[in-house]
């Protein structure tokens, strides 16, 4: 048992809610952590402020496919440097390290956030019979009668040698318990199955073999599948939008695609085509 997995298990006792056990790190492990695959190392704390800095700081001395796993984060990060809080244990909160290297263009490594995504989508839909949609960039949504909701999100950046992912979603959460009225998560979608473990592994597996294959193309999103994957999930394709660009600059319009690049490209008004490669989208409506 490393110090980590010690603490971790230190920390459970005192929890006192049985429907939120600590994570099975030796299952795990057994699971996930194997001869030729891509995950290298799997740990899991009891508690961090964001494992995503946490894996950054370390990343040149790991191996791709370093797996970082905290049953609570008390300074989770969102994109655009917003904050991400939770109850303990009551959600999937971890980071990976990929390393692409010369396999693929550094010019592709901007479809890891989305491919993360397609691979949560897949990964819990065989492991839990919910569906996930996939909001541009980087939100991941389940719908809770009726109304659509942000259950998690991902956090893709940039380190010496590759790139380390955090991904971060409400299990477990109940209404009393949601950050705001506009979160959700997979028990209020009435998913089939919110056992930390089973989804766990459902996402890792599901993450290594979207990344393997996107690999394998040499990153490209048309031969490997993700883009037509991506765009079949996105649910902003289609909605009126507005987009919140850097610079304090706002685009309204048509949300059309998902490009090569994996930028979204928004119609205007004036029947003019910009793709975006950065910035906050609000969907405003479905267009029919």
């Not at 390290?97 to 691979?119: D, I």
Request: include cysteine.
């Amino acid at each position: 048992m490393t110090p980590s997995d010690a603490s971790a298990g230190a920390s459970a006792g005192r929890w006192s809610s049985l429907d939120r056990p600590p994570l099975n790190v030796e299952g795990l492990r057994r699971a996930l952590v194997t001869e030729g695959g891509l995950w290298t190392s799997l740990e899991v704390v009891a508690a961090t402020g964001s494992t995503n800095s946490d894996l950054a700081a370390r990343a040149a001395q790991l191996p791709e496919g370093a797996v970082l796993v905290a049953e609570e984060q008390t300074a989770g990060r969102g994109r655009l440097d917003r904050s991400w809080v939770a109850p303990a244990r009551s959600g999937l909160f971890f980071s990976v390290l990929l390393k692409p290297g010369g396999a693929v263009p550094q010019e592709r490594w901007g479809w890891l956030t989305l491919l993360a995504g397609v691979a949560v989508a897949t990964g819990l839909s065989r492991a839990a019979g919910v569906d996930t949609g996939l909001k541009w960039p980087n939100d991941l949504l389940v719908t809770v009668e009726g109304e659509e909701r942000k259950a998690g999100g991902i956090l893709a950046e940039r380190v010496a040698d590759g790139v380390v992912i955090g991904i971060g979603l409400n299990v477990s959460l109940t209404e009393d318990e949601l950050p705001v009225p506009a979160a959700g998560s997979l028990t209020l979608a009435k998913a089939t199955v919110t056992d930390r473990d089973p989804l766990l592994r459902a996402v890792l597996r599901s993450l290594e073999q979207w990344y393997g294959n996107w690999r394998a193309a040499g990153g490209d999103p048309a031969s490997s599948g993700l883009q037509e994957t991506y765009a079949a999930g996105c649910t902003t394709l289609g909605r009126h939008v507005r987009a919140e660009l850097p610079g304090g600059r706002t685009l309204t319009g048509t949300a059309e695609a998902v490009d090569a690049e994996g930028r979204l490209v928004i119609r205007t008004a004036a029947d003019e085509h910009e793709a975006v490669g950065a910035g906050d989208v609000v969907h405003l409506r479905s267009v029919h």
